[in-house]
Structures are given as structure tokens and as C-alpha cells.
């Protein structure tokens, strides 16, 4: 009843702010005033209805916190988590994912291949940021910066040496990496606001260098004529081009992602983990807090690398509009929208971020709205991502052990 | 009997606060000693100074690991003091919340390990072997302290005497030949603190060490340490066996307040 009465109240509240935009209008040819009585009813349907609904859920999640925590644990994991787990059903809807991947490009025009391979360069992204930021826990927002050295590797190295993409390409990777680790030297007694605050800062200072320093980057005005990636010496068309761009991303992202995943459950990634988790406990276990900070700096920059050099190979012209801070909060929004820590949120929150914008285009005047309601919603109703991230399941022979249920 | 630990004059000083005003002391193979003082004695400062936490400001440390040479350990990074094989655990407990009991005492192991970034992406035989053995020797770990059955529940979600037991187990983990206890039996009730002393002597036992303490239950100090250092205001005020130290007058004050001639 207390609902009803609150989501009264704030639809009238919202009749009376939208009336001058919503009903009244002026009619300047033939100086008469219009009252579109109809809007103001919409507009207070609607709103009472959002609003009954936003209550609902909020009343319903409030309710979720106080279950008991064992039937908790049971509903908590999605049944997209729990499917994954399963492998009868795990490996069929990979092969199939995998399949669909490999075919997309005969399937689609050209345009929508373009749509995939932006998606599939900010999976790799997303990915690499994610060791930086959920697996190691350090709050990092210059990770287009690296996206910027990569492009800008292979960008002047071919503008001036001539050295074409699979030679660039771990070259790429590894001026990020080296670049990700020199930034952490001076942050390394940082943590929080203020990493994110410098990393941020310096993410600026890469682009501004790369708009300033006209004899060498071209300035605001860029790289343009890069190479496309040879294919053993063959010419190939744009279109053809662009499907063999498609299967190097691809590829790339699977190697991304497994490499990930093998890091995550590694010595190493463990030791990430506790460094986000207490670094002076970090430290007592004897992690060498330094080389583990400069390891994750690396590790995550190395990926931006790559894709920089495939995002330059790919658009075949390169200016520093395109490495703005607004990049860097995108990819920061896949890897939080997605779950910290968790891969295939990853995939699904660049899903969400890159593609909706795409086949949404009838929407694009509102598409900042969506954009912001939707991070709002998250962060209410699920702050912790759309996959949430839990911790590796080990399984050890233990005779002695009681198995769960029979306790 | 030889020295494990050997503190000499062992000073530190924040600004112009002496947190530590020349200490001394020493733990032999085996034994169990117990540091016990009021609070803001220096008691915690002090383990933050032998294991790297903290740089003394001056004197020296000394540490002797099994079979191995005496090394001076002052001014060494925390993760190398553990390598060479101090463990610690923490007053307020500092386990790695989020992640999962045995990853928690994996993650300890670290040290004892080796794989790196090439390792983890290419996992060669050598590298499964590692892992397995790893999980194996944690586990086993587990069991011993008894928390084998909550191995996969994330640490954050064990009971709070557990928490404990954890850190003790994560701490071992470390293979350490010199344990430092920093107040485990606090918040326990007499039950927890009884098997917790069993589990105390028993790590001594089976795992040839010794051990260094801070406690501030009396009963469980007096039964179970061999020798008892005593600070107040940074600095040591008595020394020996717990009798000699119960009997102390100088203890008594600093425990009980100056008696008042009123």
C-alpha cells in the first residue's frame, strides 16, 4: 500500500516536470497554444508503472539478502554458470559458438564483419584490462593508452620502416607490455583513487605526445595508407581483407581468452589475486609485492598491444581522436558491466556495450541515456556483474572427506 | 641447542615515538617463547620489525634457518625474510577473503614454488606436476588443522575461530622454520583456546620448530611457553620462565598499576 501510494505521488510529481515540454506546445504560425492532454496521461501511466516496478525489484532483492545462505549459494549461480560447468553441455555450445564464429563471415555483408572484428578487439581489451583490474585489483584507467602504442607501433614502424603487420604484431604487444611496466615503476606505492587518478593522468599524457609531436605522428591529423596484413604475398581485396582481419581478431581473442584463463589459475595469477586481497598478507606469504605489480601491469597492457596493432591494420589510418579517455572508460565498463574477474562476462558485457550501439542506430539519439540507465540498474540490482566472478572449485581425492548432502 | 633467533638491541622509532627501545632476544630451536606485555607495549612492532614489515631503526637480527647459516635479516623486503623461512600470521586477521581455503594456503606456497608467466600459459609436465603437488601438500595442510571439509568455501565465509586456524595453516604452508604468532588465541572462547594450544604444541612437534608468540591469555602463555619475554612502553622489563615471571614485581606493576601508599 506504502508502494501505491509512493508511486502515485512520484508519477504526479513527474506529470507536473514534464507539463511544459509534454502538453503545452505554441503553435508560432498560427499563434495558438496546443494542450496535449493525452501526453500528460502517458506520461503518468508510465511512470507510476516504472516506478511500481523499480520498488518491486528493489523490495524483492532486499527480501533475497535475508534467505538462508544455503539455498542461497544454490540460486546464486546463474544457469549460464551452471550450464558451463556441466561439460556434456559446455562442450557441444562451444564447438557450435566456435563454428558459428569461424562461418560468420560468410554469412554477413561486409558491414556487420566490421561490427564483429570492433566487438572482438574489445573482448581482447576487456581481457587484458581485467587481469589489471579484477584479477589483480588495481584500478586502472588508461588502458587506451596501450590500445594507442600498439596502433602507433605498427602505424610507424610501417610508415617509416616499412615492416609489415606479423613482424609488428608482437612488436606491438611488447612496447605496450614494456610501456604498462614502466607506468607501474612510479605507481607502485599507489593504490585506489589514486592509481586511478595517475594512470589516468598518463593515459592523456600518451595521446597528447601523439597530438603534439606533429614530425613523427602526424599530429591530430594521423597515419593514414597502413598496410593491411600480407597473406603470404597475395593481393587481397578490401572486403577479402577485412574477412582475413575477422580470423586474425578471432583467433586472437581465443588465444586471449585461454591465455587468461591459464594465468587466472596459475602460481602466478594466485598470486595477483592475494595482492588485491591484502598486500601486506601478500607480502608475509613471500610475494614479492613489486614484481607481481609490474607482472599485472604487463600482463594486461601486452593484450592492448595486440589489439592496437590489428585496430590499425584494420581501419588502415590512425589519429589519437580515437584513443581518448572516453575508450578507456568504455573498456573499464566492459570489464565492471561483465563481472571483475570473470572472462565470459567479458565477452557478454562487450556484447552489450559494443554491439547494442550498433543495431540500436534507430536508437542513437537515446543511446547515452540507455547506456547510463542501464549502468544504474547494475549497479543497483547487481553490482558485483552480469557473470559474478567465484572462486576455482579444486577437487581432491580424500577418502576421508564427507561429500556435500551427505554431512 | 642453537639460536634460531637472535635479537640484539633492536630499536625502532616513529618521529619521535621509541616504539622499540633496545630489545633482546633470543628463541632456540624448538622452543616455544611468548612475548607478552599490556597494550601499545611494542609487541606487534616488533614482529613488524624481525619479519621486514617494518626497518629498525636500529640493532640487529639474526636468523638461522634449519641447517643453514646465520643471517643478519634487518632491512630484507618481507617476502625474502619468508622465504628464508620466518611465518607469521596477523592480530587482525588478514586472510585473502575472496578467495577460496586452499587457495588461500596455495597462494602461501609461493615461495616453495616456481612456475612463471610461460609456465602458466604453456603448462608443461613439469608445471601440472608442481600444481598437483601444490594442491596435494595444501591440502594436506588442511587436513592437519582441520579444515579439509570447507576447502572450496571462500575464506571470508568460515566461522571466526576457523579464520585462525587458517592463517595458522596458510602460515605453514610457508615451510617456515620459525613460527611468530601474533595473538592467536584472541576472541576464542576456552574451548577454541584449549585445542588451539594442543595444535600449538603439536606444530612444534611434528614439524621440528620453533615458536614465537604474543599472547594475552595468561593460562594459555603460562602452559604452554617454555620462556616469557615481558615488554611495557617499548622496552623489556623481564625475562624468564613463567614462574620466575609471574613472581616478578616489576610485571606485577606494569599489569596490575603501582600500588597506591594512600
Same mark, same amino acid.
Given at each position: 500500500?506504502?508502494?501505491?501510494?509512493?508511486?502515485?505521488?512520484?508519477?504526479?510529481?513527474?506529470?507536473?516536470?514534464?507539463?511544459?515540454?509534454?502538453?503545452?506546445?505554441?503553435?508560432?504560425?498560427? =499563434?495558438?497554444?496546443?494542450?496535449?492532454?493525452? =501526453?500528460?496521461?502517458?506520461?503518468?501511466?508510465?511512470?507510476?508503472?516504472?516506478?511500481?516496478?523499480?520498488?518491486?525489484?528493489?523490495?524483492?532483492?532486499?527480501?533475497?539478502?535475508?534467505?538462508?545462505?544455503?539455498?542461497?549459494?544454490?540460486?546464486?549461480?546463474?544457469?549460464?554458470?551452471?550450464?558451463?560447468?556441466?561439460?556434456?553441455?559446455?562442450?557441444?555450445?562451444?564447438?557450435?559458438?566456435?563454428?558459428?564464429?569461424?562461418?560468420?563471415?560468410?554469412?554477413? *555483408?561486409?558491414?556487420?564483419?566490421?561490427?564483429?572484428?570492433?566487438?572482438?578487439?574489445?573482448?581482447?581489451?576487456?581481457?587484458?584490462?581485467?587481469?589489471?583490474?579484477?584479477?589483480? @585489483?588495481?584500478?586502472?584507467?588508461?588502458?587506451?593508452?596501450?590500445?594507442? +602504442?600498439?596502433?602507433? /607501433?605498427?602505424?610507424?614502424? =610501417?610508415?617509416?620502416?616499412?615492416?609489415?603487420?606479423?613482424? !609488428?604484431?608482437?612488436?606491438?604487444?611488447?612496447?605496450?607490455?614494456?610501456?604498462?611496466?614502466?607506468?607501474?615503476?612510479?605507481?607502485?606505492?599507489?593504490?585506489?583513487?589514486?592509481? !586511478?587518478?595517475?594512470?589516468?593522468?598518463?593515459?592523456?599524457?600518451?595521446?597528447?605526445?601523439?597530438?603534439?609531436?606533429?614530425?613523427? *605522428?602526424?599530429?591530430?591529423?594521423?597515419?593514414?595508407? +597502413?598496410?593491411?596484413?600480407?597473406?603470404?604475398?597475395?593481393?587481397?581485396?578490401?572486403?577479402?581483407?577485412?574477412?582475413?582481419?575477422?580470423?586474425? &581478431?578471432?583467433?586472437?581473442?581465443? +588465444?586471449?581468452?585461454?591465455?587468461?584463463?591459464?594465468?587466472? =589459475?596459475?602460481?602466478?595469477?594466485r598470486?595477483?589475486?592475494a595482492?588485491?586481497e591484502d598486500?601486506?598478507a601478500?607480502?608475509a606469504m613471500g610475494?614479492?609485492? &613489486?614484481?607481481?605489480?609490474?607482472?599485472?601491469?604487463?600482463?594486461?597492457?601486452?593484450?592492448?598491444?595486440?589489439?592496437?596493432?590489428?585496430?590499425? !591494420?584494420? *581501419?588502415?589510418?590512425?589519429?589519437?581522436?580515437?584513443? *581518448?579517455?572516453?575508450?578507456?572508460?568504455?573498456?573499464? /565498463?566492459?570489464?565492471?558491466?561483465?563481472?571483475?574477474?570473470?572472462?565470459? @562476462?567479458?565477452?557478454?558485457?562487450?556484447?552489450?556495450?559494443?554491439?547494442?550501439?550498433?543495431?540500436?542506430?534507430?536508437?542513437?539519439?537515446?543511446?547515452?541515456?540507455?547506456?547510463?540507465?542501464?549502468?544504474?540498474?547494475?549497479?543497483?540490482?547487481?553490482?558485483?556483474?552480469?557473470?559474478?566472478?567465484?572462486g576455482?572449485k579444486y577437487h581432491v581425492d580424500d577418502p576421508d572427506l564427507i561429500?556435500e @548432502?551427505?554431512a | 641447542?642453537?639460536?634460531?633467533?637472535?635479537?640484539?638491541?633492536?630499536?625502532?622509532?616513529?618521529?619521535?615515538?621509541?616504539?622499540?627501545?633496545?630489545?633482546?632476544?633470543?628463541?632456540?630451536?624448538g622452543?616455544i617463547?611468548?612475548?607478552?606485555?599490556?597494550? #601499545?607495549?611494542?609487541?606487534?612492532?616488533?614482529?613488524?620489525?624481525?619479519? #621486514?614489515?617494518?626497518?629498525?631503526?636500529?640493532?640487529?637480527?639474526?636468523?638461522?634457518?634449519?641447517?643453514?647459516?646465520?643471517?643478519?635479516?634487518?632491512?630484507?623486503?618481507?617476502?625474502?625474510?619468508t622465504?628464508?623461512g620466518m611465518a607469521r600470521t596477523f592480530q587482525n586477521i588478514r586472510l585473502f577473503k575472496?578467495m577460496t581455503v586452499l587457495e588461500n594456503v596455495m597462494v602461501a606456497r609461493h615461495c616453495r614454488?616456481?612456475?612463471?608467466?610461460?609456465?602458466?600459459?604453456?603448462?608443461?609436465?613439469?608445471?601440472?606436476?608442481?600444481?598437483?603437488e601444490n594442491i596435494e601438500k595444501s591440502y594436506e595442510l588442511l587436513k592437519y588443522v582441520g579444515l579439509n571439509q570447507h576447502y572450496n568455501d571462500l575464506a571470508c565465509n568460515l566461522p571466526y575461530g576457523d579464520q585462525r586456524k587458517l592463517e595458522i595453516a596458510r602460515a605453514m604452508a610457508t615451510e617456515p622454520s620459525l613460527l611468530l604468532l601474533d595473538e592467536p588465541a584472541a576472541g576464542m572462547n576456552p574451548q577454541e583456546t584449549a585445542s588451539l594450544k594442543e595444535l600449538v604444541l603439536d606444530i612444534r612437534d611434528k614439524f621440528n620448530l620453533a615458536i614465537l608468540l604474543i599472547e594475552?591469555d595468561?593460562?594459555m602463555?603460562?602452559s604452554l611457553s617454555?620462556?616469557?619475554?615481558?615488554?611495557?612502553?617499548?622496552?623489556?622489563?623481564?625475562?624468564?620462565?613463567?614462574?620466575?615471571?609471574?613472581?616478578?614485581?616489576?610485571?606485577?606493576?606494569?599489569?596490575?598499576?603501582?600500588?597506591?601508599?594512600?
Open positions: 500500500m506504502q508502494g501505491l501510494k509512493q508511486s502515485i505521488i512520484t508519477s504526479l510529481w513527474f506529470m507536473f516536470l514534464t507539463f511544459p515540454i509534454m502538453v503545452a506546445r505554441v503553435n508560432t504560425i498560427e =499563434n495558438t497554444v496546443e494542450w496535449r492532454w493525452m =501526453n500528460l496521461a502517458y506520461v503518468g501511466v508510465g511512470v507510476f508503472f516504472l516506478s511500481y516496478v523499480w520498488r518491486w525489484a528493489l523490495a524483492r532483492k532486499e527480501a533475497k539478502q535475508y534467505e538462508a545462505p544455503s539455498t542461497e549459494t544454490a540460486k546464486k549461480q546463474s544457469w549460464l554458470s551452471r550450464a558451463m560447468e556441466e561439460p556434456a553441455v559446455a562442450r557441444p555450445a562451444l564447438a557450435a559458438l566456435f563454428a558459428l564464429s569461424v562461418a560468420m563471415p560468410m554469412l554477413v *555483408t561486409t558491414y556487420q564483419t566490421n561490427i564483429f572484428i570492433s566487438f572482438l578487439l574489445y573482448v581482447v581489451l576487456g581481457l587484458g584490462l581485467n587481469i589489471i583490474v579484477g584479477v589483480a @585489483g588495481l584500478l586502472f584507467l588508461g588502458h587506451a593508452a596501450f590500445y594507442a +602504442i600498439g596502433a602507433y /607501433s605498427y602505424a610507424l614502424l =610501417n610508415h617509416y620502416f616499412g615492416i609489415g603487420f606479423w613482424i !609488428a604484431l608482437p612488436l606491438g604487444g611488447l612496447f605496450a607490455c614494456l610501456g604498462g611496466i614502466m607506468l607501474a615503476f612510479p605507481v607502485l606505492r599507489l593504490r585506489g583513487d589514486y592509481l !586511478a587518478i595517475v594512470t589516468l593522468g598518463f593515459g592523456e599524457i600518451i595521446r597528447l605526445v601523439l597530438e603534439n609531436w606533429g614530425s613523427l *605522428t602526424g599530429g591530430p591529423s594521423g597515419i593514414s595508407n +597502413i598496410d593491411r596484413p600480407g597473406l603470404f604475398g597475395m593481393e587481397l581485396s578490401v572486403a577479402d581483407a577485412n574477412i582475413y582481419i575477422y580470423y586474425i &581478431v578471432l583467433a586472437l581473442a581465443i +588465444i586471449t581468452m585461454i591465455a587468461v584463463q591459464r594465468l587466472k =589459475n596459475s602460481r602466478i595469477g598470486a595477483l589475486q595482492l588485491r598486500e601486506i601478500c607480502q610475494i614479492d609485492r &613489486v614484481n607481481v605489480k609490474l607482472m599485472a601491469f604487463g600482463l594486461g597492457t601486452a593484450w592492448a598491444g595486440f589489439a592496437g596493432v590489428i585496430f590499425a !591494420a584494420k *581501419t588502415t589510418f590512425i589519429n589519437p581522436a580515437s584513443f *581518448t579517455f572516453m575508450e578507456s572508460a568504455i573498456i573499464l /565498463s566492459i570489464v565492471v558491466l561483465g563481472g571483475m574477474g570473470s572472462n565470459l @562476462g567479458v565477452i557478454l558485457g562487450s556484447a552489450f556495450l559494443v554491439l547494442m550501439p550498433e543495431y540500436l542506430r534507430a536508437f542513437s539519439e537515446y543511446r547515452m541515456i540507455i547506456f547510463a540507465a542501464a549502468m544504474v540498474l547494475m549497479m543497483v540490482f547487481r553490482p558485483q556483474g552480469l557473470i559474478a566472478p567465484k576455482r561429500k @548432502g551427505e | 641447542m642453537s639460536t634460531v633467533l637472535n635479537v640484539n638491541s633492536l630499536s625502532k622509532s616513529f618521529g619521535g615515538l621509541r616504539a622499540l627501545n633496545d630489545v633482546d632476544l633470543q628463541v632456540d630451536s622452543e617463547v611468548a612475548l607478552i606485555g599490556p597494550n #601499545g607495549a611494542g609487541k606487534t612492532t616488533f614482529f613488524n620489525c624481525i619479519t #621486514g614489515i617494518y626497518e629498525p631503526t636500529d640493532g640487529d637480527v639474526f636468523f638461522t634457518p634449519h641447517d643453514e647459516e646465520e643471517r643478519r635479516v634487518n632491512g630484507m623486503k618481507p617476502n625474502k625474510v622465504e628464508l575472496n614454488t616456481k612456475a612463471g608467466i610461460l609456465d602458466a600459459l604453456l603448462r608443461p609436465p613439469h608445471v601440472k606436476r608442481e600444481e598437483k594475552h595468561m593460562s602463555v603460562m617454555e620462556r616469557i619475554y615481558v615488554m611495557e612502553y617499548g622496552c623489556l622489563i623481564s625475562q624468564g620462565t613463567p614462574e620466575e615471571v609471574s613472581k616478578d614485581p616489576q610485571v606485577i606493576k606494569a599489569y596490575l598499576g603501582e600500588e597506591s601508599h594512600a
